[in-house]
């Protein structure tokens, strides 16, 4: 598996950091902190999946290429599939 | 850096023996907590962006928050990825909204209900294929559909998933039909179906060989060795997150999803 599709980890994540939040802080009423305790717990979910799966490191390995320049490697084959 | 097609990602992916998961965004949280977590430890991002998401944030402010994380982070390669496109339609808006990669899910009709025949999910994908190639952008296709091994269940997320119960032979990809599918269609990159589904709601108990069919991803990957296998429905529903939801005032019980490793 080269691709794993994740959306339910952030969601019970961020749920379970704002319901955590609210509960803990009865007298706040600023949506950015309860916001910010989701955001921090979906980022650690996210550095956990990137290390996991070896993605982790490699951002600066990638030159990156245009879609024009996708197009033309298409367009000479050189993307076609390999099937068995 | 920004934007890069997802088939050159994924290429790159398979040329070093990594994986790369894919985050849905609909907000400006997530996609704050996916780049601060891709800079932090350097990994390249896909975004993806469901019907869902463009109905809850409108197609405009997904379009600007993902431009937004690419002028914020230009040393980061970010596909921005449409999930689960229910026509070539669906795809065609996407690709104008700048998206470097669309996914055509032909396994479901227009509706995102009810399942298509093969014939027809050939068909949408190869129309997609064709436009989507000719500006650079890549494509998922789709083939068998989510939902339980272990209740024959579909499952359904955010509007988009059959229906009702299916039997084993849909909930499973074929790897013959696999490979013909790839070789009529192009498409590079396949959603397979191993008994995944969409949501929280995965496994009764943690998942075993027959609720999760890993060998079938293997007899896959052999017939069609450059085609980029992608898994659906693989939250893996992070049990101490779980226990806070229920602790301070949740109602979720007691589920379990694909384990990381």
Redesign the interface.
């Known amino acids: 598996?080269?691709?794993?599709?994740?959306?339910?980890?952030?969601?019970?994540?961020?749920?379970?950091?704002v319901?955590?939040f609210l509960?803990e802080n009865r007298k706040d009423f600023d949506p950015r902190k309860f916001?910010l305790a989701?955001?921090?717990?979906?980022?650690?979910?996210?550095?956990?999946?990137?290390?996991?799966?070896?993605?982790?490191?490699?951002?600066?390995?990638?030159k990156?290429?245009?879609?024009?320049?996708?197009?033309?490697?298409?367009k000479k084959g050189e993307?076609?599939?390999?099937?068995? | 850096m920004a934007l890069v097609s997802l088939r050159q990602l994924l290429d790159h992916a398979a040329e070093n023996s990594y994986g790369l998961p894919a985050f849905n965004v609909n907000n400006m949280e997530q996609i704050h907590a996916i780049m601060q977590a891709a800079n932090e430890v350097g990994s390249p991002v896909i975004l993806q962006g469901s019907a869902g998401a463009r109905k809850y944030a409108g197609e405009a402010f997904l379009r600007h928050l993902v431009a937004a994380a690419v002028e914020a982070y230009p040393h980061i390669p970010i596909v921005m990825h449409q999930d689960h496109g229910a026509s070539p339609a669906v795809c065609i808006q996407a690709i104008r909204s700048g998206f470097s990669s669309v996914m055509m899910d032909g396994s479901l009709r227009e509706d995102g209900k009810t399942p298509a025949s093969y014939d027809y999910n050939v068909d949408v994908t190869t129309q997609v294929v064709g436009i989507a190639h000719a500006v650079g952008v890549s494509v998922e296709g789709e083939l068998g559909c989510l939902g339980s091994l272990e209740s024959g269940m579909a499952g359904e997320e955010d509007g988009h998933g059959a229906e009702g119960k299916l039997d084993h032979s849909q909930l499973l990809t074929d790897p013959e039909e696999a490979a013909d599918f790839v070789k009529k269609t192009g498409v590079d990159a396949l959603a397979i179906a191993i008994g995944t589904s969409h949501g929280a709601y995965k496994f009764t108990r943690p998942p075993t060989g027959e609720t999760l069919a890993i060998n079938r991803i293997k007899e896959i990957h052999a017939r069609i060795p450059n085609t980029h296998l992608v898994m659906h429905g693989s939250s893996s529903v992070p049990q101490e997150w779980l226990k806070i939801i229920n602790e301070y005032g949740g109602d979720m019980g007691q589920t379990y999803g694909v384990p990381v490793e």
Do not use: H, P, W
């Open positions: 598996m080269r691709k794993v599709n994740i959306d339910t980890d952030l969601r019970i994540a961020s749920t379970g950091a319901r955590r509960a916001l989701a955001t921090a717990a979906m980022k650690n979910i996210c550095k956990a999946r990137f290390e996991a799966f070896g993605s982790a490191g490699q951002a600066s390995k990638i990156a290429l245009s879609c024009d320049t996708m197009a033309e490697r298409y993307l076609a599939q390999v099937v068995k």
